[in-house]
Nanobody, 124 residues
Framework: QVQLVESGGGLVQAGGSLRLSCAAS????????MGWFRQAPGKEREFVAA????????YYADSVRGRFTISRDNAKNTMYLQMNSLKPEDTAGYYC?????????????????WGQGTQVTVSS
């Protein structure tokens, strides 16, 4: 059974930084794609970033490219999202997701496994 546990959310001022972590267990993730999504109240869950675990190839939403960096640590089975230059519009619940695939998807419905989420609040 795949388990994903996020951590690292919190309250930060605009322009600040946070690093989210997603600890994964239950599988060998070499053939997985993993991603970060976010959801603000009253809005649909949206793609933030994704990584192909085996190659480390990364993909970003236009809204975060250049500010956020997704990465993974094979030894720790952990995925990260480094978020810099945060804006109030980045405020949302952030979720990590995983799917056994060699193709990276950017839509939430394509991902099979989800974490419980961690809240990020950016004050102006």
């Amino acid at each position: 059974q795949v388990q994903l546990v996020e951590s690292g959310g919190g309250l930060v001022q605009a322009g600040g930084s946070l690093r989210l972590s997603c600890a994964a267990s239950g599988r060998t993730f070499s053939s997985y794609a993993m991603g970060w999504f976010r959801q603000a109240p009253g809005k649909e869950r949206e793609f933030v970033a994704a990584i192909k675990w085996s190659s480390g190839n990364t993909y970003y939403a236009d809204s975060v490219r250049g500010r956020f960096t997704i990465s993974r640590d094979n030894a720790k089975n952990t995925m990260y999202l480094q978020m810099n230059s945060l804006k109030p519009e980045d405020t949302a619940g952030y979720y990590c997701a995983a799917r056994p695939t060699r193709v990276v998807f950017t839509t939430a419905r394509e991902y099979k496994y989800w974490g419980q989420g961690t809240q990020v609040t950016v004050s102006s």
